[in-house]
């Protein structure tokens, strides 16, 4: 299984990117995000998770309506999606407004690729 494939099936299922680190140390390919910024986005998601399940589940939802889009940027998908959580609260960037704008990327021509 190639490395991307490995990475969109855990952001996709909502498994564990820590797991993911892991398991990408003995591919040898280059993934898009470092060890520390995947750990980073896992904690986002736990919190998300813990004090605003709504949001939690529209950011997926919302993954989810890219990846049915299939606008030919299926690898794209999944990194766009964990940029995005990467956001969250970062320069007052509430996890509402991090939503939001990641779900108006759907309104475009070129999906947030």
């Not at 909502?14 to 520390?36: A, P, T």
């Not at 766009?80 to 939001?100: A, D, G, Q, S």
């Amino acid at each position: 299984m190639l490395l991307i494939e490995i990475f969109t099936d855990h952001v996709v299922n909502k498994k564990s990117l820590k797991d993911y680190v892991e398991i990408r140390k003995s591919i040898k390919e280059r993934g898009e995000f470092n060890d520390q910024s995947l750990i980073e986005a896992e904690e986002i998601l736990q919190q998300l998770k813990k004090d605003n399940i709504e949001i939690y589940d529209l950011m997926y939802k919302t993954l989810n309506e890219y990846i049915k889009s299939d606008n030919g940027h299926m690898v794209e998908y999944p990194i766009n999606f964990i940029r995005e959580v990467l956001k969250i609260n970062k320069k007052n960037m509430t996890p509402k407004k991090v939503y939001e704008n990641y779900k108006s990327g759907l309104e475009h021509h070129i999906h947030d690729a």
